[in-house]
């Protein structure tokens, strides 16, 4: 999962990205690939990975993880080229969701570029560049498809959406709040539209408001306006994120707890991005590792087994699959065999979260 942050100047985006990179998984994890500069990978939050361990003796633990992609530089302007413009718009392409930070705190020491603190008037500036954005590459390509229908007439239909897009998007509208079809949605996807990506808002808020915010006025009106898009909004405050990340992992609960808090916001963010892009986690366990994978919901064992290695897809046979809690039931395997638990599933099977499997396949 690839989440790209954006937001205004000064709301708190480079606190909460070095957060995130402090709070970073393990290099050793991730052997095969580098990890840029503006890339920050956290681990998923998942109590089942150490009981697993335990029972079967790992030793090693690997989280699922989720990657973050500090997109900085969105003004007023970008979609016309300002600041850094079109070559940072074109990063959110590249991620399967955004996460909006908003400035929600009162600090007269840190200036707002807009000379107050705004959610609204904040998140309507970032959109509508994000929509100028989308317009701009729609207008292209609609010249195109209507030079490509004068000879195929079969594109017909699809021109007709493409200048309804457009002119939803010339009256302000984001993709995702359009009144589209799924079919519609579907033919859109490869255009990768900018407002069609779906969002969750961070209100950054002051240190004394985090484990409190009903009475942060710019949290309230937050919260209606993303509730008129089904919007998700996490609560967090950027600073203590960033202290927490510091912290060694045994003080980081009694840190939190101190302040009122169940988890860190970080957590509570990597949660909420599960649940916006429907993703699940099915898990593997042995002495080398007890690990988590993540897959979207509805993915047949084939695919599941798939995010492991190619080849696992392709030489499929069979799934072997006991669910977490019935495994942790039964103490162990070998019980949970012996209670007629595991199951073995084939390439129909829908793979739900939790699952610990074991794929059989061809090489
Ligand atoms: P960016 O421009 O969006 O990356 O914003 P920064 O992360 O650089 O933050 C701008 C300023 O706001 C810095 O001085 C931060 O220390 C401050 N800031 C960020 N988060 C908070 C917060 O939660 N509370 C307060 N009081 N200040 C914050």
Redesign the pocket.
Known sequence: MKLGIV??????????FNAITSAGAEASNYPFCTIEPNVGVVSVPDERLSVLSKMFNSAKITPATVEFFDI?GLVRGASKGEGLGNTFLSHIREVNAIVH?VRC?E?DN?VHVDGSVDPIRDIETIELELVLSDLEMLERHKTKTERNARNDKSLRPYLELVGKVKENLEAGKMVRAMDLTDDERKELRGLGLLTDKPVIYVA????DDVSDSEGNVHVKSLKEYADRFDCEVVTI????EAEVAELPEEEKGEFLAELGLAESGLDRLVRAGYRLLGLISFLTAGEKESRAWTIKRGYRAPQAAGTIHTDFERGFIKAQVVAYDALIRCGSLAEAKAGGLVRMEGKDYVMQDGDVVEFRFNV
């Not at 937001?7 to 909460?16: E, H, I, Y």
């Not at 950054?204 to 240190?207: A, D, I, L, T, Y």
């Open positions: 937001g205004l100047p000064n709301v708190g985006k480079s606190t909460l900085a930070v705190f600090d840190i950054n808020v002051s240190e405050c950027a600073r203590i």
